[in-house]
C-alpha cells in the first residue's frame, strides 16, 4: 500500500528557511509527477511547487518563486521542499502528492492521486 510521509515543519521566526520531505513507501517516487501543497488555517487548498518524473521541470506557485525549491533525492526515494525567507503568510499545513498519470508537472490539485498527511509549517512575524 503506497504511503506519503511528510516531515521537517516547525515553528519558526521569518526570515529563516526550513526543509520539508516526503518519503514514500510502496512506490518509487522517481515514476511520478509530485507536488507540495498547502492549506492555511481557514483557506482552501494552495498548489506551491510541483516536479516532473524526470526533476528535469519544476512549477511553482508566484507567492513562493524565488523563495522555495522543490527537488528530488531517488536514491532516498524521497521529495524535498527547500523554504527560504520564509514569511508569516506561508504558515500552513503542507502536503506532498503524487500523480500517476502525468509525465510533466502539474500544479492541479485534483490531478493527484496520493496525498500525505501533511506537516504543520508555523512562521512566526
Known amino acids: 500500500q503506497m504511503q506519503l510521509v511528510e516531515s521537517g515543519g516547525g515553528l519558526v521566526q521569518a526570515g529563516v528557511s526550513l526543509r520539508l520531505s516526503c518519503v514514500a513507501s510502496?512506490?518509487?517516487?522517481?515514476?511520478?509527477?509530485m507536488g507540495w501543497f498547502r492549506r492555511a488555517p481557514g483557506m482552501g487548498r494552495e498548489f506551491v511547487a510541483t516536479i516532473s518524473r524526470t526533476g528535469g521541470s519544476t512549477f511553482y506557485a508566484d507567492s513562493v518563486k524565488g523563495r522555495f525549491t522543490i527537488s528530488r533525492d531517488n536514491a532516498e526515494n524521497t521529495v524535498i521542499l527547500q523554504m527560504n525567507s520564509l514569511k508569516p503568510d506561508d504558515t500552513a499545513l503542507y502536503y506532498c502528492?503524487?500523480?500517476?498519470?502525468?509525465?510533466?508537472?502539474?500544479?492541479?490539485?485534483?490531478?493527484?492521486?496520493?496525498w500525505g498527511q501533511g506537516t504543520q509549517v508555523t512562521v512566526s512575524s
Open positions: 510502496g512506490r518509487t517516487l522517481s515514476a511520478y509527477t
Open positions: 502528492a503524487l500523480e500517476e498519470v502525468s509525465s510533466i508537472y502539474c500544479e492541479l490539485g485534483d490531478e493527484y492521486d496520493y
